[in-house]
């Protein structure tokens, strides 16, 4: 039942935060994480989204995010927040299809950033990603990442990758490992971590046809812990064991 799931959620906020809509790569930003992780996963067609998350910190921080035809925001407050036209946080993002299987997409941070996604599929079961972010004079460079994303098994049961990050004034590469589960219908796990396995990021999400609760965590090397709960609805039904009695579903990318 419901009580379970909230149960179970917070169970794994409290033990082991990545993006806080859920992603874990630049090759794999579906539903909202497109607005966080590459904003060329706009691009594609995912119907209507929206969704809140609620951070369990001591600042209240609370944030809210949106997106459709090609067009996604999110918007971050907390305890500190005394006007809601001016949030903690926020970004602003487009991104449209630059030929077949492949996207492009442009995000503005609040904190004067930009990023520039690209996005390629070629085929369903592997999926390359890159992100490059500037400051918003587009004059300095800041940090690049790329990833890679594959379904050794054909299909959406399994996705196993790794995304490479390049920081200004760095020369060192961080190599971030990530895999995503979906087992069952309806039930999804998505962990990364960095290639020392000091920082572990988990997501464990539920869907019910057009409702989704999630609850994205992490811990770290010093042993602090971060995480919330979060909830999106959608336009499209998507295949769950929650939902076996709905008859209109519609067929979405996976």
Same mark, same amino acid.
């Given at each position: 039942n419901i009580f379970v799931l909230f149960y179970t959620l917070n169970l794994f906020t409290i033990l082991l935060s990545q993006d806080y809509w859920g992603g874990t790569s630049v090759s794999t930003p579906d539903n909202l994480s497109a607005v966080t992780q590459n904003p060329a996963g706009l691009g594609i067609h995912r119907g209507e989204q929206s969704g809140i998350y609620f951070a369990l910190d001591s600042l209240s921080t609370w944030s809210s995010s949106y997106r459709s035809n090609g067009f996604g925001y999110d918007l971050t407050y907390n305890k500190s927040t005394n006007n809601f036209l001016n949030p903690f946080d926020g970004n602003i993002a487009f991104g449209f299809q630059v030929f077949k299987n492949a996207y492009s997409g442009i995000k503005w941070n609040k904190r004067n950033k930009y990023d520039f996604g690209f996005l390629y599929r070629p085929l369903n079961f592997i999926s390359f990603g890159a992100v490059l972010q500037t400051n918003d004079n587009l004059d300095q460079y800041i940090q690049s +990442? &790329?990833?890679l994303s594959i379904r050794p098994f054909l299909k959406h049961r399994l996705t196993i990758g790794a995304d490479i990050n390049s920081l200004n004034n760095d020369d060192s590469l961080y190599i971030h490992p990530? &895999? *995503?589960i979906e087992a069952i219908d309806g039930i999804n796990l998505n962990f990364s971590s960095n290639i020392d396995f000091t920082n572990f990021q988990i997501n464990l999400g539920f869907t019910f046809g057009k *409702?989704?609760?999630y609850s994205p965590a992490n811990i770290n090397s010093n042993n602090n812990i971060s995480g919330g709960i979060g &909830?999106? @609805?959608?336009?499209?039904? +998507? @295949? @769950?064991i929650f939902n076996k009695n709905i008859k209109d579903k519609q067929k979405y990318i996976r």
């Open positions: +990442k &790329f990833g990530h &895999f *995503a *409702a989704n609760i &909830f999106y @609805s959608d336009t499209q039904i +998507k @295949s @769950s």
